[in-house]
Each structure stands twice: as structure tokens, then as C-alpha cells.
């Protein structure tokens, strides 16, 4: 039985060991980074839309999908969360031509002030970097005159992106709670 165990843990080792041999001598592996096997350089898009939150009417764009259990606190308490399909447009019209779609989540993630969390990914549909995305991960202080923002990522021609978006509220309406917010997006990408 003794030999058996000690057989079987000798044949578990050699496994082992053997697995852990076969990538001997490779530490760390690097490779060319993907912008210089394509021979492409780094480059800063600056971009401008504005982006409508619609919660009134037939179709919203934004929806309630958590209430805040803090009761007594209205419908904005902490925890509430949104999901949103909201229209990205060239100008500040809503019938303004549509370039793009911002769509996640937004909570209300503070407890002392009114501040946003923003995951969400905005995707573009016109020109060039249509199909492409940007993925923004922040805090979002609506009352705020100018918000920052980062962007953590991209696809497509955005690949490996990463900067700031500065929003600014241009329109809310306090009953409905539909606002209309201008985008400056600045992002490296290749
Ligand atoms: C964007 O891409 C989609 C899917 O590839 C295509 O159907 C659509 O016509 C394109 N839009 C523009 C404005 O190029």
C-alpha cells in the first residue's frame, strides 16, 4: 500500500515537474507591441457629441432598474441605478444626426452628495469609427459644472485606448429628469 501511495505521488511529481520544465528558461516573453508590427504610432482623437438622457415619454432611453432601498428618500437615494441606451448626436439638437450610443449603467453611488457611478460604453456609428467603442469608468458629480471622467479602454480603432472625457450638462429639465449633456472625449489609441 506504502509503495503504491509513494509510487503514485512519485508519477503526480514527475507531472508536475515535468509541466513546470517545459516553460524553463522563459521568464517573462515579450513581444512587439501591436502599434509597431503595424508600424502605427500613437495618436490623439479629440472628440465631440452630446449625449440625451431621456427618462420621460414613451420611449425612454434610460430606465430604473434599482430602487434604492434607503426608503423615505424620494426615487434618487443611494444605490438607485439606471440602464441606458441613450443616443450620442453631432449637434445639440435631439433631432441633431445620431453618431453614436451610450449604453450601461449609472448609480447613484454617494451617500453625502449627489454623485454618479458611470460604467458604460459608448459606441460610434458614423464615419470612420463606426463599430468602434470607448469603455468609461468614473464618478460623475452631475451638479458639477464639468465632470471628468476616464476611459479605460476601446475597440476596434480605439484598441488599447485610454484618456478623459469632460462632460457638461447643456439642458436638464428638473420634472422629467431628461438632460442633455456635452462630450469632449480626449483619447491615445493607435
Ligand atoms: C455602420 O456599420 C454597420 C454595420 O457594419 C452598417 O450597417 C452601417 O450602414 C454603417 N453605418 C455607416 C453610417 O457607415
Redesign the pocket.
Known sequence: MASLLTYSLFIIFSLISSSFHSINGVFIKQYLTEAKQMKRTEKMSHLHFYFHDILSGKNPSSVQIIESPSKGKASLGFGTTFMMDDPLTEGEEPTSKIVGRAQGLYSFASQKDIALLMVCNYVF???KY??SSLSILGRNPVLNNVREMPIVGGSGLFRFARGYALAHTVQFDSNTGDAIVEYNVYVLHY
Open positions: 456609428t458614423e464615419g463606426n463599430g
